[in-house]
Structure formats: C-alpha cells, structure tokens
C-alpha cells in the first residue's frame, strides 16, 4: 500500500473501531487468518524451505513446469525481488532452472531434485489441501470461496474510500 495510507483510513473513520458485532467477528477472522498463514509457515519449515521456496515449488507444481516468474509472484502476491532471490537460491541449491522465454520472461523448471523435493514436501500438501476442501463439499466450498471475495472487495472498497477521503482532506489543507 502507498504511503498515507493508514493515516487516511485513520482521518476517515476518526480513529473509531467498531466493538458490536462485526468488530467481534472481525476479530476472530483476524486470528483465523493469521493462524492460516502460521499453519503454512510450519508446513515449510517442516520441509527444510522458506516460505518463499515452499511456495514457488507450490506454484510450479500447481500450473506447471515452465510456469514464469510473475506467475509465482501474482499467485503468491510476494514482490519481485523476494521471489526472485528465493528462485535464485533454489537454482544454486539444483533444485531448478531457468529459461529465457520472450522479451524478458523467465521459464522456471524443476530439476530431477526439484521433482524429488516437489513430490516429497509439495505434492502432499496439496493433496490434504484437496481433501479438505472436499470435505467440505462442493456448495459449501463454492460458498467459501465467493464470501472471502466478497469480503475482499468490501475492504477494497472500504479502502478506496479512505484513500479518496485523504485526497480530499489533503486538497483542503493545502
């Protein structure tokens, strides 16, 4: 997020968090988010990755050898630089190459070890991924997944408004 940011969601809502309702729920799917993303730390660490290792090999394993680099870095939503030292490293550790593809992209492959690994540590995270959402079955999962985008794009919203809030304040300050 650009810089002023917070300070305008701040001077929009006048500092105020709601406590009612929303505030509570709010709160628990905070901590159920963060407890997601700290489950997922332990899976890499358990495999001897990073976080950025185990998602590149992720991602790779998901769409495929020959996948680009800005492929991983939208699908994982890490920058450029972070993915590009961590595939880097995964190239000088033998567990995959790179390609030159058109203009400037960037094939990335696995290498006989990269598939050893990918199908060791990767492949059964997915398949328990898969499992679970299986079970819980296919309306409910649709469900999932349409009320955390349509949470996304409430926030995106919500945030919008700040920024155009603090655009504003700021046009009457100067």
Request: aromatic letters at 10%; glycine letters at 8%; a negative charge.
């Amino acid at each position: 997020m650009e810089k002023g940011i917070i300070e305008s969601i701040t001077a929009w809502n006048g500092g105020n968090m709601e406590k009612g309702y929303a505030g509570k729920e709010l709160q628990k799917y905070n901590r159920q988010y963060r407890e997601f993303d700290e489950f997922y730390h332990s899976l890499a660490a358990a495999s001897g990755l990073s976080e950025s290792a185990f998602w590149i090999l992720y991602v790779v394993c998901e769409q495929g050898e020959g996948c680009l680099q800005r492929d991983i870095c939208r699908a994982v939503c890490v920058s450029k630089q972070t993915i590009h030292s961590a595939i880097r490293k995964l190239e000088d550790e033998g567990y995959l190459y790179m390609k030159s593809g058109h203009g400037r992209d960037k094939h990335i492959f696995l290498t006989e070890r990269g598939s050893v690994l990918a199908e060791e540590k990767i492949r059964p995270v997915m398949e328990m991924e898969n499992a679970a959402f299986d079970a819980l079955g296919e309306t409910e999962s649709r469900r999932l997944l349409e009320l955390t985008e349509q949470y996304f794009q409430a926030l995106v919203k919500q945030t919008e408004k700040a920024r155009q809030y603090g655009r504003k304040e700021g046009k009457r300050s100067e």
